[in-house]
């Protein structure tokens, strides 16, 4: 069959892949999308979506604990957990067919299959009808990332398991084992003990949620330690005895210079991701590889002329919504725009635990390590009327700012609803916002947004209810 040619061909239909296709398509490309498994990625189909799913049950079920503090009454909480992946897997299934739907409405052809590059400019995928080429000038790479296996502590879907497994979980851990306190493995610790597993986190840096600002580590430690959890930092699992027919895994974990062992039923791996890189065709092109991760520049471009890569396969931040900016970017790149680059430090990140955390920007550590004098603001939830009414007084919002200039050059979040009130700092640091501009805008009441005006009141001794 002769090749099909386009201006933009997408590979991989993930945040990154499928938003670069609209944006292209919107710039009257005409744009081909190929994706062998699932439209919309790990974070539709295995990663954001569906976690929130799992991790909205769990705040039902443990309001339903606490109905009392409201004045209602629940005779006995209980849950059903395959109700529960349903609700999830339902949620997920709902969006995906959604990402098709969109591909059809902005004229982007759809291929379902696994592309490789077989020359600059040049694709051929298998399909389960055979193989189809492609051709185009632009070649956009956005195939993503899978769960990290380390030796010895590989997932075997049944007592072991990586973040799909846990994610369609066929039954309740008793005693889990949640090896990385990243955002995976510290939202499905906090889901599954939530849910009532007696749960354990292993962490090898010396705290939790280790790209978090150190007091909002520490301030979310102390939370998840009063609801039962057990946290071992500066450990290491060295090794996992797994027993499937008595449904036993023993961990050996080290910590303090001493090997202990225990006992749970059931692990969870979250040590991190690999990008897809293999069998693309990548290396014949020249196209350079760190370990498992493409190369780019701040453009995304790999080096080869009309080959782009955006999203999970180009490194860190591993988060889907920097996936869908390059995906914006590179798009508008390829039709003859001017956009700015991504800045990574401008990419906030969440993590839906309970109590939630959620951060942009630098650090105060970060901070003052690049050469800041800093001035910093606190405000707890416990000051904050609307917090109170809700029956969520604990947390807490930081800010860090620079002294000289008063640039807004962080801020750090623990508590209820603090994911979706990141993003008011977030167009403030975008708008180069100072310290005047966010002490002057009026915040309404009551809501929980006031607590981020009180925080930078109080890095300028201006703090009102505290
Ligand atoms: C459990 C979990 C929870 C997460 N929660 C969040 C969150 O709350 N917020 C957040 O921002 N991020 C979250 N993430 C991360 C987020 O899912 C990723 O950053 C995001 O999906 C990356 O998007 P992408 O487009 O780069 O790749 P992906 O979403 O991985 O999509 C890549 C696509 O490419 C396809 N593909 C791969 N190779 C080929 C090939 N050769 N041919 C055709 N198709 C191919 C794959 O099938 C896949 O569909 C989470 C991840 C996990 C695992």
């Known amino acids: 069959m002769a090749a099909q040619n386009f201006d933009v061909i997408v590979i991989g239909a993930g ?37 929130k799913a799992l991790l909205r049950s769990s705040e039902v079920f443990h309001l339903m604990h606490r109905a009392k503090d409201f004045g209602l009454s629940v005779e006995k909480p209980d849950f059903d957990l395959a109700a529960v992946v349903k609700r999830s897997r339902n949620v997920a299934g709902q969006l995906s067919s959604g990402i098709g739907h969109l591909m059809k409405k902005n004229k982007i052809t759809t291929v379902m299959g696994t592309a490789r590059i077989t020359a600059k400019g ?35 879907g049944d007592l072991v398991w990586a973040y799909k497994d846990a994610l369609k979980a066929s039954r309740m851990p008793k005693d889990l084992l949640v090896i990385g306190s990243g955002a995976i493995g510290i939202e499905f610790a906090s889901f599954f003990n939530t849910m009532g597993a007696k749960t354990t986190v292993v962490e090898v840096m010396d705290r939790i949620l280790p790209v978090e600002d150190a007091e909002i ?17 500066k450990a290491v699992v060295k090794q996992l005895d797994r027993d499937p027919k008595a449904g036993k895994v023993t961990a050996h974990i080290e910590a303090n210079g001493k090997v202990e062992t225990k006992v749970f039923d059931t692990v969870i791996s979250a040590v991190g991701i690999v990008g897809n890189v293999e069998d693309l065709g990548l290396e014949e092109l020249g196209v350079k590889i760190d370990r498992t991760h493409v190369i780019t520049d701040e453009y995304c471009h790999t080096g080869v002329e009309g080959l782009y890569a955006i999203g999970d396969i180009a490194g860190a931040p591993w988060l889907a919504h920097k996936a869908s ?83 807004l050059l962080g801020a750090h979040m623990v508590g209820a609803e603090v994911t979706e009130l990141i993003q008011g700092y977030i167009v403030g640091r975008q708008l180069e916002t100072t310290e005047e501009d966010l002490m002057n805008t009026v915040f309404p009441h009551p809501t929980l947004s006031e607590m981020m005006h009180e925080s930078v009141l109080d890095a300028y001794d201006r703090v009102i209810h505290m």
């Not at 710039?27 to 569906?50: F, S």
């Not at 995928?125 to 030796?151: C, F, M, Q, S, Y």
């Not at 580590?217 to 930092?233: L, R």
């Open 217 to 233: 580590s520490a301030f979310a430690k102390k939370q998840f330690v009063k609801q039962g959890m057990t946290i071992m930092e």
């Open 325 to 407: 900016h390059e995906g914006v970017m590179v798009a508008e790149l390829i039709a003859g725009k001017h956009p700015h680059p991504v800045k990574p430090e401008s990419i906030a990140g969440c993590t839906y635990c309970y109590p939630q955390v959620a951060s942009v920007g630098y650090s105060e550590a970060k901070a003052k390590e690049l050469g800041y004098d800093v001035k910093v603001g606190k405000f707890p939830f416990i000051g904050n009327g609307k917090a109170i009414a809700l029956g969520e007084p604990e947390g807490m919002i930081k800010t860090v700012f620079d002294a000289k200039t008063g640039e």
């Open 15 to 51: 945040p990154g892949g499928y938003v670069a296709a609209i944006r292209a398509a919107q710039l009257g490309q005409k744009v081909v999308i190929v994706e062998r498994e699932h439209m919309g990625g790990i974070c539709l189909n295995w990663g954001c979506i569906p976690t």
């Open 122 to 156: 040049k694709v051929s995928v298998k399909t389960d009808k055979g193989t189809e080429e492609l051709t185009a000038k632009n070649i956009v790479l956005a195939t993503g990332a899978r769960a990290r296996n380390l030796p010895g502590l590989e997932a075997d």
